[in-house]
């Protein structure tokens, strides 16, 4: 079992940044795929960024490639997504989610464990 808590989203203004953090516990975290996806009201959930194992490969939707990071920590057992440049558009809840198997990296059906959420809420 993972459980996974998302924090630091908050309000922010067009053009800014923000960086979100996941904290993992349970089994061990150095076992898991991280990903990071997204939810506005009335959208579906949609692929943000995902990070391998060890962090030696990521993965991007074409939305955030160029603004957004993800990283981890795994003697801290923590995914991270730093974003920059902010639009409107990225308004939405950010979740962060555990996969076994790293290989539909964009597919969140992939993903076995989900966090709650965090908001991220982009004015103009």
């Known amino acids: 079992q993972v459980q996974l808590v998302e924090s630091g989203g908050e309000l922010v203004q067009a053009g800014g940044s923000l960086r979100l953090s996941c904290a993992a516990s349970?089994?061990?975290?150095?076992?898991?795929?991280m990903g990071w996806f997204r939810q506005a009201p009335g959208k579906e959930r949609d692929f943000v960024a995902a990070?391998?194992?060890?962090?030696?490969?990521?993965y991007y939707a074409d939305s955030v490639k160029g603004r957004f990071t993800i990283s981890r920590d795994n003697a801290q057992n923590t995914v991270n997504l730093q974003m920059y440049s902010l639009k409107p558009e990225d308004t939405a809840v950010y979740y962060c989610?555990?996969?076994?198997?790293?290989?539909?990296?964009?597919?969140?059906?992939?993903?076995?464990?989900w966090g709650r959420g965090t908001q991220v809420t982009v004015s103009s």
């Open positions: 990070i391998s194992l060890s962090g030696g490969n990521t």
């Open positions: 989610a555990a996969a076994a198997y790293g290989r539909a990296w964009r597919d969140r059906r992939s993903y076995d464990y």
């Open positions: 349970g089994r061990a975290f150095s076992n898991y795929n």
